[in-house]
């Protein structure tokens, strides 16, 4: 599906952006490895959290769903059925990479999972060779992509260090050191997203934090209460460069989650001068088991350029497309760099960002691990192509708003994958809605 997105007047208004896809993604595996039901109140209604869903289900999970509320009813952590066929994890690469650490440990059972093209070109070696040297046996597809089966073994605990920071492969490992012998460490070179040990500690889990370091004690079984999801910082951040790109924009953003390990972009974009108020959560030494939220409330203003480094990079890593579109706006250089990952996200971002936000005007060259965006003061507009992308359409989407001739998203749909109500939700800010 392909939609134009006019220059817009202002955007104006309050928006709940969707329900974080991050946190529904745990809340739904972890009421599935519970013992006893758990309740969870606004489920991210996506495509991915919907595959994760399926997926539970064919692990032998009842769900009830009422809406956005659910009640899942697990198999408890050592009990994951064996399914009749692979599970489908459809664009979900948190999916398929945490999930593993729980099938891992299910001896005697074998689980096989795909999913879409996009998946099929994601690598699962970064989580099979840490489980590997757990005990685990997986089977990759030309040793590193989906198709993967994982055969259920005994576990023992490992001390791992990561190369790369990734809450994917920390919560992996973590999950699979549940049904281990003993405890298990994850290093990380710098800090990502801790949902993961969050709800593992509100889960009576014994884990505990040292800097760069997590430990967590096998347990018998997981205890979880009620979770309420909070909106999604990372679609939010699609109203937030928006609302400070488009000028005569005063937009509120309510209820969003701003735990500390995600609010990198609201840091960045701050440097920048963007004007985004708001309770952040601050840099938290300790583990602590809430999801703090706020109400953000978003100007436009003029920004300035700004260099995001390495050790930022996983505490943004799904806003730095936003970031260059910023860069377009700003005066002087923009440049990311360390962000080699992106380049194995649901499509190559480096590529897809620079190509596309090239063909709409921008002075923007690739890196190796990033990008440089000299600012212009703003973007013409054009055509730009998601590449089946959820947040690559979706800043091709805001771009259109702020560009000077509007701008044609070819396969706007891939936005259903977090944020289906997106283009209603500009809609009502825009006053089409
Ligand atoms: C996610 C972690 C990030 C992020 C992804 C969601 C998560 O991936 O890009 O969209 O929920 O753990 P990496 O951990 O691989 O960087």
Known sequence: ??????????????????????????????GAMSSEPVRIANYL???????????????GALVEEHGSDLVIRGTGLREAREPDEPIDVGNAGTLLRLLPGWLASQEGRSFTLDGDESIRRRP??????????????????????????????????VSVELEVASAQVKSCLLLAGLAADGATTVGEPSRSRDHTERMLLRAGVSIHRNGRHVTAVNADELALDAIEVPADPSSAAFLIAAGVLVPGSRLLLANVGVNWTRTGFIRILRRMRGIVLGDLESEVEELVPDEPVSDLDVAHGALEGTVVHADEVPLAIDELPLVALLGCFAEGETVVGGAQELRVKESDRIAGVVEGLRGL????????????????????????????DHRL???????????????????????????????????SLTGGG
């Open 361 to 388: 005007g921008a002075d923007i060259e690739a890196t190796d691990d990033g990008f440089a965006v000299t600012g212009t003061g703003g973007l013409r507009g054009g055509t730009i192509d998601s590449r089946g």
């Open 1 to 30: 599906m392909n939609i134009r997105f006019e220059p817009a007047e202002g955007l104006t208004g309050t928006v709940t952006p969707p329900a974080d896809k991050s946190i529904s993604h745990r809340a739904a595996l972890l």
């Open 45 to 59: 209604q996506a495509a991915d959290t919907t595959s994760t869903l399926e997926a539970v289900r064919a692990l």
């Open 124 to 157: 699962v070696d970064r989580v099979a060779e840490p489980l590997r040297l757990m005990g685990a046996e997986l089977e990759a597809t030309r040793g590193r992509f989906a198709p993967v089966t994982i055969h259920g073994r005994h576990l023992r605990s």
């Open 393 to 427: 359409a979706m800043m091709g989407a805001v771009a259109g708003l702020a560009s000077s001739e509007g701008v044609e998203v070819l396969g706007m749909d891939a936005a259903a994958v977090s944020y289906p109500r997106f283009q209603e939700d500009l809609l």
